[in-house]
C-alpha cells in the first residue's frame, strides 16, 4: 500500500470501529439482502469521519486511490467500500482511463446495487466523458455475461444530462431489452427516466415504438417522470 493510503484506511479504521452499531448493523445487512456484513454506520456519520481523515492528509494521488480501493474491497465491512466509492467520487478529476481496469475488477467483486451504481454514475461515467476512446470498452461491457458490466454500461451516462447521447443510449437499451435479469430492466428504465428528463418526447416515443421489446419494469420505470408530470 502506498503511505497515503495506509494512513487513509487506519484513519477510517479507528473511526468504524468506534462508530460501529451492532444493532443498526443487522438492518443495514438486511436491507442489502444480507449480501454483506455491516458495521453499522449512517451515511453522514461516514462521510463526517471519512471528511475528518481527509483533513489531515496531502491530497491523494491516483495510485493513492487505487491502493484505498483495493484495501477496501478486502475489508468485510460494507461501508468500507461506501468510503472508497464516495473518496473516487470526491477525486473524479484525478482519475485517468488507464483506472478503467481497476474499476472493473470493483464491479465485479462484491458486486451489488449499492457499489455499481455509483462506480457507474460518478467513476467510469467521468472516465468515458473525458477519453471517448472508452466508447469501446463499454461497447463490449453492454454484451458482457456479467451483467454488472452491462448495467454499469447502460448507466454510464446517468448523469451526463444535456450531455447525454441518445445515439448510445436507446440502442444500448434494446441491446439488453430481453434480459430477464431484474438489475438490468431497471437499469434500462432508470436511463430512460433520467433522459426524460431532457426529451421527454423522444423517450415515450422509443418506449411506445418498442412496447412489444421492452420488458413492464423497464417501461414503468422510463415513463414514470413523465406520467408524475402529467398528474
Known amino acids: ?76 465491512e460494507r461501508e468500507y467500500q461506501y468510503i472508497a466509492c464516495w473518496l473516487l467520487k470526491r477525486r473524479a478529476r484525478t482519475l485517468t482511463s488507464t483506472v478503467l481496469p481497476d474499476v472493473e475488477r470493483w464491479i465485479t467483486t462484491k458486486s451489488w446495487w449499492d457499489t455499481v451504481d455509483g462506480l457507474a454514475q460518478h467513476t467510469v461515467g467521468g472516465l468515458v466523458r473525458a477519453d471517448r476512446s472508452l466508447d469501446t470498452v463499454m461497447a463490449a461491457w453492454l454484451v458482457d455475461d456479467n451483467f454488472w458490466l452491462a448495467r454499469t454500461a447502460i448507466l454510464h451516462q446517468e448523469r451526463w444530462g444535456a450531455d447525454t447521447e441518445p445515439e448510445w443510449l436507446f440502442p444500448a437499451c434494446l441491446t439488453r431489452a430481453a434480459d430477464t435479469e431484474f438489475f438490468l430492466r431497471k437499469a434500462i428504465g432508470w436511463a430512460l427516466r ?35 408530470g402529467r398528474d
Open 1 to 76: 500500500m502506498t503511505v497515503w493510503s495506509d494512513a487513509f484506511l487506519g484513519g477510517i479504521t479507528t473511526s468504524i470501529i468506534e462508530a460501529g452499531d451492532a444493532e443498526r448493523a443487522v438492518g443495514m445487512a438486511s436491507y442489502m439482502r444480507d449480501q454483506f456484513p455491516f458495521a453499522g454506520i449512517p451515511t453522514p456519520e461516514r462521510v463526517q469521519f471519512s471528511r475528518g481523515v481527509l483533513a489531515d492528509l496531502a491530497v491523494p494521488t491516483e495510485a493513492d486511490l487505487v491502493d484505498l480501493t483495493d484495501a477496501a474491497w478486502e475489508r468485510p
Open 194 to 228: 433520467s433522459y426524460s428528463h431532457i426529451d421527454p418526447d423522444a423517450v415515450e416515443r422509443f418506449v411506445g415504438d418498442h412496447d412489444s421489446e421492452l420488458s413492464g419494469l423497464s417501461k414503468r420505470e422510463a415513463l414514470k417522470a413523465i406520467r408524475r
